[in-house]
């Protein structure tokens, strides 16, 4: 078979040497790459690197092989070009239809699926000639990762560093499996719960759940490589941030909820995916519980959490918006899972069995997913991710 062909752009940021490790990503699982770097981006890193690490000669130059007409036959040859990093000049460029090199040129032929990972100085990202150039991208189809916040050039600290390579890698992965050109999700936000909440006992215990996040990361991840503006409220969780998603960190049920009913008022649909604490501690004891030769312990009184997926199913933040759930269940999978779908109130409840070896922090997952409209969806035992497409295209029918 074929590989892929994947044309990787390289433009002129100090980031330019993380291209690398997207790019050994990229040939290692077998997609053939062509690197297209700017004039600039050879200041970083030079065209030895890549053509090494691609396997590939390296185009910088409109006037390079003219009888192959290079200008027209890279872009029209890819199945996908991903820009990285993009720089605020290159998505201005992009943006106008600029044609000056070898890169715009290529983005200008392509009709394959194509992705910009940004990366600039916060102020950059921010001003607002920037955001309409990512805007105009969006709405013609171009998937723009949000950038990651973190430590840029210099001692500055803020939103505009490159997203990790790895997570770039996953967003072009699904990007190549679904083989769509426009993302289906283009101008949707989309909120994920994630990970197991824990409810403090006393200074060093709590009460929690075996829960990995490894399905709402897999839900983020795959919303942001179909377009979506994604809000990933993270409970407890050591996993890598997904590129292009904002990553709200929280500890317990009342914050996951404080978090949820911020963020659910400009979401288009809301997936519930955290395993969330029913009870917790009445009372939190301010030094460790110790034990007392000859005594059993005092019982311990728990008290209910909030329900969250009830509360937000029955007073929607906004009209048309949809609501998943997600139901772990150990016995009478189906029935209880019915029964939950009409307790709760939501759209889809997704049902799967778990226990000790099942589902808990494996790659895999399988479950059937419910709808309110007496549908049911089965997904057989598979990556994470293929459940979470599965999601998301029961949610995309439903969206207004």
């Not at 053509?51 to 009888?67: K, Q």
Request: charged share 25%; hydrophobic share 45%; glycine share 8%.
């Amino acid at each position: 078979m074929d590989k892929p062909k994947v044309v990787l752009g390289v433009s002129g940021g100090i980031a330019a040497y993380k291209a690398c490790e997207l790019l050994r990503r990229l040939t290692e699982s077998g997609h053939d790459v062509r690197v297209v770097p700017t004039a600039s981006a050879l200041h970083f890193v030079g065209a030895a690197t890549w053509a090494a690490l691609s396997g590939n000669p390296v185009s910088t130059d409109v006037w390079d092989d003219v009888h192959e007409v290079p200008h027209v036959r890279i872009g029209q040859h890819a199945d996908l070009v991903v820009v990285a990093p993009a720089t605020a000049d290159m998505l201005a460029k992009a943006a106008h239809g600029l044609a000056d090199d070898l890169l715009t040129n290529t983005l200008l032929t392509a009709r394959c699926p194509v992705v910009f990972a940004p990366a600039m100085h916060t102020e950059m990202w921010e001003h607002p000639a920037t955001q309409e150039n990512v805007a105009t991208l969006r709405r013609r189809g171009a998937l723009v990762i949000e950038p990651a916040v973190g430590r840029l050039t210099g001692v500055d600290t803020g939103k505009g560093r490159l997203p990790d390579p790895g997570e770039i890698f996953e967003v072009c992965r699904r990007v190549l499996a679904r083989g769509i050109a426009e993302p289906d999700l283009r101008g949707r936000h989309v909120v994920v719960s994630a990970g197991g909440t824990r409810e403090p006992l006393d200074p060093v215990r709590f009460l929690g759940n075996r829960s990995s996040g490894k399905q709402g990361y897999a839900l983020a991840r795959t919303a942001a490589a179909r377009g979506a503006r994604v809000t990933l409220i993270a409970a407890n969780s050591t996993l890598p941030a997904p590129a292009g998603v904002d990553v709200v960190p929280v500890g317990t049920a009342v914050q996951l909820r404080e978090a949820v009913l911020r963020a659910a008022p400009e979401a288009d649909a809301v997936v519930m995916a955290a395993a969330v604490a029913d009870f917790r501690p009445a009372a939190y004891a301010a030094g460790k519980i110790k034990k007392k030769d000859g005594r059993e312990p005092e019982p311990i009184t728990l008290v209910r959490n909030p329900d969250v997926l009830a509360e937000i199913s029955a007073e929607r933040a906004r009209a048309g918006q949809v609501i998943v759930g997600f139901a772990a269940e150990t016995d009478d999978v189906l029935a209880n899972g019915r029964a939950k779908l009409k307790r709760k109130g939501c759209d889809l409840l997704v049902v799967n069995e778990v226990g000790e070896r099942k589902t808990f922090g494996s790659e895999e997952n399988e479950a059937v997913v419910l709808g309110a409209d007496g549908s049911e969806t089965a997904v057989p035992y598979g990556p994470k991710e293929a459940l979470a497409d599965t999601v998301w295209d029961l949610v995309a029918e439903r969206l207004c």
